[in-house]
Structure formats: C-alpha cells, structure tokens
C-alpha cells in the first residue's frame, strides 16, 4: 500500500531564511511526486511535481523540490521564505501502477513566515 | 477559464437533511474527483470519475453518500439524511490525464448541527 508522511505539523522561518517542508513516501515502485499548497478557505494549488528525469523539480513561486530514491524522500526548498509563503503545504504521492492518477495525500504541514 | 466551479461555498443545515453539493470542473478535464477535508482526517478522497464514469467509490464513507455526474460539465455530491460528523470542507478536483496536476475548487464548507 501507498502512504506518505509529513513530519512536521509546523514549520517556523524568518522571512529570507531557507524554507524546507519535508515528505517521505512508501510506495512500489518509481513512484509519481507531488506537492499542492493551499492557502486559507480555498483549495489546495498545484506547486510541482516528478514523474521521471531530473531529480530536482523546480516549480511555481520559486519553490523547488528534490526527489531521493535512496531515502524515499520529496521535500520541498525555497532558498529565500516570504511571508506570503505561509499556507498549508502537502505531498501526495501516486503509485505507477494506478493509471486511473489516485492520488494519496500527506497530512500537510503548516509553513508561518514571520516579518 | 473560471477553472473549478463549486457552490454553494456554504451550507448550514439541520441533522437528517439532504444536502447536495456542485461542482463544474474546467472544460476539457476529462478526471473528476471529490474530496473531504477535516482537522482529524485531513484529505480524503471520496470518488472520482474519468470521462463520466465513476472509477473508485471506496472512499464514500456509507450508503449516504452517493455522487453522479450526469455530463462532462456537472457532478454533484448528495448527502441524504446528513449527520453533524458530516460537517467539514467538500472539495472538487479535476485534471486532464493520471499525471496532470489536480485542479480544485473553492471548496464547500458544510456544517450540520
């Protein structure tokens, strides 16, 4: 079965600090890599994603994100945080073999920039 | 493009009444799905539906739940009779193909006293 974690619940950055969100996956296979972030009363916004290639992603907003075989990890950078960076961030992972674009979701982790 | 279209954004009814939801997903979008949100369970994704045809209902948590979507360009999420552990954020998603990102709506916030 698939499954993906999150962490943290929260994450805490100084406005022009280095922002990292961190996600680990479990699944079979080379698995499909997401990350969605949502900001308050509206719906989740798709930031980046991996398929194949590359192993770092770079997507909307300056954020980037650098898949690890090794250490089944996903997790989302931005070298620079500001403060409208803060919303809710989450992983969500979908396996190979689901051609149908399943996908499963992490808990997210809420990112507060502050001035 | 309007992209994904919800209403209504809000809904407060009464325990035992049926609720419906909407959703217009963007034009062209051939994957539709349906999810909830909730503090305790987070993201949870109910059905969803390529080219009109439901795909995967295991998530629907119990025979009160039932969705349709008669065209390309409707779908609808019923609740009947509706229970307060119902209350939470109902969100609707489309998407072109498996790997094209998900594209969601505004959401529904459904409370049920």
């Known amino acids: 079965a698939q499954s993906v974690a999150q962490p943290e619940d929260q994450v805490n950055v100084a406005e022009g600090n280095p922002l990292t969100v961190k996600c680990t996956y479990s699944?079979?296979?080379?698995?499909?890599l997401f990350w969605y972030v949502q900001y308050p009363n509206r719906g989740l916004q798709f930031l980046l994603k991996?398929?194949?290639?590359?192993?770092l992603v770079k997507g909307s907003y300056g954020f980037e994100a650098e898949f690890n075989k090794s250490q089944t990890s996903f997790h989302l950078k931005k070298p620079s945080a500001l403060v409208s960076d803060s919303a809710l961030y989450f992983c969500?992972?979908?396996?190979?073999?689901?051609?149908?674009?399943?996908?499963?979701f992490g808990a997210g982790t809420q990112v507060v920039v502050t001035p | 493009d309007a992209g994904v279209i919800q209403s209504p954004r809000h809904e407060v009814t009464e325990m035992g009444q049926e609720v419906t939801l909407r959703c217009k997903p963007i034009s062209g979008h051939d994957y539709l799905f349906w999810y909830r949100q909730t503090m305790m369970r987070g993201l949870e994704l109910l059905i969803y539906f390529n080219n009109n045809v439901p795909i995967d209902d295991s998530g629907m948590p119990e025979d009160r739940f039932s969705a349709k979507m008669p065209n390309a360009s409707f779908s609808t999420l019923k609740i009947q009779p509706s229970e307060p552990r119902d209350s939470a954020v109902y969100f609707c998603a489309s998407s072109l193909a498996p790997n094209s990102p998900l594209h969601f709506g505004n959401g529904t916030r459904l409370t049920v006293t």
């Open positions: 699944v079979s296979g080379n698995p499909y």
């Open positions: 969500a992972v979908r396996p190979p073999t689901d051609s149908w674009g399943k996908l499963q």
């Open positions: 991996y398929i194949t290639g590359d192993n």
